[in-house]
């Protein structure tokens, strides 16, 4: 589940109901786009490196300030991130 400090950034679903572990996608690029050190520390405990930064290869909704920031963070190079391409 969701913990309460962070129900602001998930405000357009039903966070009762909200499994992130069913969506994995939604949850890390939720979070990598709009988290703040909080949350990055709950999403690093909850979801694997490789998830993490399979999301980032493949997510293209990110903003590309905010996937260049993480393909930094993670060592990914820009042409790898979907965002950036």
């Given at each position: 589940m969701i913990p309460d400090q962070l129900q602001s950034f998930f405000w357009d679903i039903r966070i009762a109901d909200f499994d992130p572990k069913k969506y994995p996608d939604y949850t890390i690029a939720r979070i990598l786009?709009?988290?703040?050190?909080?949350?990055?520390?709950?999403?690093?405990?909850n979801f694997t490196e490789e998830e993490i930064t399979r999301v980032l290869r493949l997510e293209r909704r990110l903003s590309a300030k905010s996937a260049n920031y993480w393909a930094l963070i993670y060592r990914i190079s820009a042409e790898e991130v979907a965002a950036l391409n």
């Open positions: 786009e709009l988290g703040n050190p909080e949350a990055v520390s709950w999403l690093q405990q």
